[in-house]
């Protein structure tokens, strides 16, 4: 990982330091790590709208619409837990019998 200095005025420090304190960041760097993860999330999203709004416009969003994006979004969810699922029981380990160890 690259270092970066950077110089602050006294109250922006005080204030990055009570950020950390206050929302359990183990230090500075990570406050300001996070900082930059959200402005390039709120960058690429601008892009999105922006692209959005420049493109030709489609049919209105009706009530069918919404009800199929439910659906599809639901069932997503549905999809994801049955894979942690999945996932959890191919990687648990299996129970050691009474009767193995001597115990009947």
Same mark, same amino acid.
């Given at each position: 990982?690259?270092?970066?200095?950077?110089? !602050?005025?006294a109250?922006?420090? @005080?204030?990055?330091?009570?950020?950390?304190?206050?929302?359990?960041?183990?230090? @500075?760097?990570?406050?300001?790590?996070? !900082?930059i993860?959200?402005?390039?999330?709120?960058?690429?999203?601008?892009?999105? !709208? !922006? &692209?959005? =709004?420049?493109?030709?416009?489609?049919? =209105? &969003?009706?009530? =069918?619409?919404?009800?199929?994006?439910?659906?599809?979004? @639901?069932?997503?969810?549905?999809?994801?837990?049955? &894979?942690?699922?999945?996932? =959890? &029981? @191919?990687?648990?380990?299996p129970?050691?019998?009474?009767?193995r160890?001597?115990?009947?």
């Amino acid at each position: 990982m690259s270092t970066m200095n950077v110089s !602050l005025p006294a109250s922006l420090k @005080s204030f990055v330091d009570e950020q950390v304190s206050q929302r359990g960041y183990g230090t @500075s760097s990570e406050y300001v790590r996070e !900082l930059i993860r959200k402005d390039q999330e709120c960058l690429q999203l601008r892009s999105l !709208l !922006l &692209a959005g =709004a420049s493109s030709a416009p489609t049919s =209105a &969003a009706t009530m =069918a619409y919404f009800d199929q994006l439910r659906d599809r979004v @639901s069932k997503g969810a549905v999809l994801k837990t049955a &894979a942690k699922s999945v996932k =959890a &029981a @191919s990687t648990a380990r299996p129970r050691k019998s009474a009767k193995r160890h001597g115990k009947a």
